[in-house]
């Protein structure tokens, strides 16, 4: 998959003339905690929640309302935003996609082609549209662990198993164990009644359970 596969395309953005207070309204109306700001179609930086926040207290420790209400609409989001966030291409990789937001220890990746906002991709991107998938959340059905399964040779005769009993599969993945050498094989089948594929794969040499879905 690519990032043009999983970004948001209907981007809410905001000029870099925009106030802090009008910054704070637009993210309360969406309720979002970041916004790219665009000038004249080109991505000009990134504002978010936690910067306005931030704001405040360094310059307005002895103001009183009326001050800090006079301060939020006269400093724009120009004073205050990233001015080179991190981006990335829409013909990038998912994989690459993410290596790079955790690398850089951020939340979000704005996708950019030739200076210009395409998308944004959040952790709720990766999460609704590529890790929900293949953990089959949110679909009927049951999910089998096969455990310490031994490669491809093993894997074969547990699908072969599958198809023979005639069920259909939703999902299916390799999960490596933490701090072993090991995986388990995950399987979500779409039937609600897994225990004559447990009996069968257990006659097979498989160490298999049930798991909430």
Known sequence: ???SDVMTTNVI????????????RVMEAHHVRRI???DRGMLAGIVTRDQLDRIGPSQI?????????????????????????ITVSPDATVEEGVTLAQEKKIGALLVVDN???????????????????????????????VKNCGGTKHIEKIIATV????????????LPVPERDQHNFVIHLTSEDP???????????CEVERRAR
Do not use: C
């Open 1 to 3: 998959m690519y990032m």
């Open 61 to 85: 420790s002895s103001f009183n309302i009326h001050d800090l209400t006079r301060l939020l609409n006269k400093v724009t989001v120009k004073d205050v935003m990233t001015k080179n966030p």
């Open 195 to 205: 225990v004559l594929l447990m009996e069968e794969l257990r006659k097979i040499g």
């Open 115 to 145: 200076g210009r906002l395409m998308g944004i991709a959040t952790t709720n991107d990766f999460f609704y549209k590529i890790l929900n998938p293949i953990l089959g959340i949110g679909k009927p059905g049951s999910r089998l662990i």
């Open 163 to 174: 198809n023979r009993l005639g069920l259909e599969v939703e999902t299916m993945f390799m």
């Open 13 to 24: 953005t905001i000029p870099s003339n925009t106030s802090l207070a009008e910054a704070r």
């Open 36 to 38: 790219p700001v665009v």
